[in-house]
């Protein structure tokens, strides 16, 4: 059984969700889905149950259950949105409840997006083997600034401490889980999103010319203070049109216009994939903040093209791991110091590129197989 929010959409979790059902489902196994939205489409053979609010006994009996257990969360939050999560959560238990009732489960996976299903998680490990895939951490959390409080640490650290196995996406919160939260390191595994890698130029050694003006990308999300513009910007704006940027992204975050960027909505992945070929060089915005690791530096740089690797001091995760990539320019998140490598590149003719990373390490197979043993207890 997976527990998710939504097993449709562009986004990377869900993406790796759809692999996992279909890698699933050509082994011979079978599952049924869990969630609380509509879905349209889905994995062929996979079951779907929608959890709905239905007033109920036993509704009420894992509402009030589930509100006096964690009453602390209310230091973090307002009233109306704690009730608003353990009411998400009594619905997902009440319909979870039934399906293990009336089928026998091998292995539960919850996909911890809302956080409202942390709740549930030491109720569902004692019916069945349940495994905590978690995206982004609910404590640290460099989106919502402030999350690093006691009730999110305790949240967190109970589900943790319960589940049979906890597989996470961003590796340095390894760190912060075994050593501040007391979790067994054994019980968890970093399993990167996957890529397809197989649709990508990769172990090639190129050098590219480079345009006047130069012409750079960026597509994904961007946030106030934590992965945004407020230094690119005005470096970009210096150099007067010598370098121009096209910017794909569904974020509220915007910054100021500009005749140097170019802002668009998101665009179908395939498309943007066609879109990179086109570009001089591909901008990279690593996180300002917090423990999340972006994992669309791996798809960036199958594209075999130029990266410029904007980062901040306070997360150099990636710089650590890929400063040797030759190919990869780094820069720290300062005006003047992009300013200063924009325009040597300005005066430049062209940039080498080669990537020795071993990209298969994230294809879609290798993610599969390493999720596939946490789900069965392997690992």
């Known amino acids: 059984m997976i527990i998710a929010r939504c097993f449709t959409g562009p986004g990377p979790n869900v993406l790796r969700r759809q692999s996992l059902a279909h890698y699933i489902l050509g082994k011979g196994g079978l599952i049924d889905i869990l969630g609380y939205e509509k879905e349209d489409s889905l994995p062929v053979d996979a079951h779907y149950y929608q959890s709905k609010m239905q007033v109920s006994l036993v509704f009420l009996k894992w509402f009030f259950t589930l509100f006096f257990r964690y009453l602390y969360l209310l230091k973090a939050q307002s009233m109306a949105s704690y009730v608003r999560r353990v009411g998400l959560a009594a619905m997902t238990m009440v319909s979870a409840e039934k399906l293990i009732k009336i089928k026998e489960y091998d292995t539960c996976l919850v996909c911890i997006h809302p956080w409202a299903f942390y709740l549930i998680i030491p109720y569902l490990v004692k019916n069945v083997p349940t495994v905590i895939d978690i995206s982004d951490p609910l404590y640290k959390n460099a989106i919502n600034l402030g999350s690093d409080n006691r009730a999110n640490f305790r949240l967190e650290q109970t589900a943790l401490m319960a589940a049979t196995h906890v597989v996470i996406m961003n590796e340095p919160t390894i760190q912060i889980m075994t050593d501040e939260m007391g979790i067994n390191p054994k019980k968890i595994t970093f399993v990167s999103p996957a890529m397809n890698v197989s649709s990508y130029v ?178």
């Open 202 to 379: 990769k172990d090639v050694h190129k050098s590219f010319p480079l345009r006047n003006p130069i012409r750079m990308i960026y597509v994904g999300s961007l946030y106030a203070n934590y992965r945004d513009f407020e230094e690119i910007q005005p470096a970009i704006d210096r150099l007067h049109g010598f370098v121009g940027i096209d910017v794909f992204s569904n974020s509220g975050y915007k910054s100021k216009d500009s005749d140097n960027i170019n802002w668009h909505d998101v665009i179908p992945h395939k498309q943007v994939l066609q879109l990179y070929s086109q570009y001089d060089i591909i901008l990279f915005v690593d996180n300002f903040y917090g423990y999340q690791v972006p994992s669309k530096i791996f798809e960036v740089m199958a594209q075999n093209k130029p990266i410029l690797f904007v980062y901040d001091k306070r997360n150099t995760y990636f710089y650590e791991k890929l400063k040797n990539q030759k190919g990869i320019i780094f820069v720290e998140n300062k005006r003047d110091e992009i300013e200063r490598v924009l325009t040597l590149l300005c005066n430049s003719n062209s940039l080498s590129v080669n990537y020795t990373f071993d990209l298969n390490d994230y294809s879609e197979q290798a993610t599969n197989k390493k999720l596939w043993k946490c789900l069965f207890n392997q690992v």
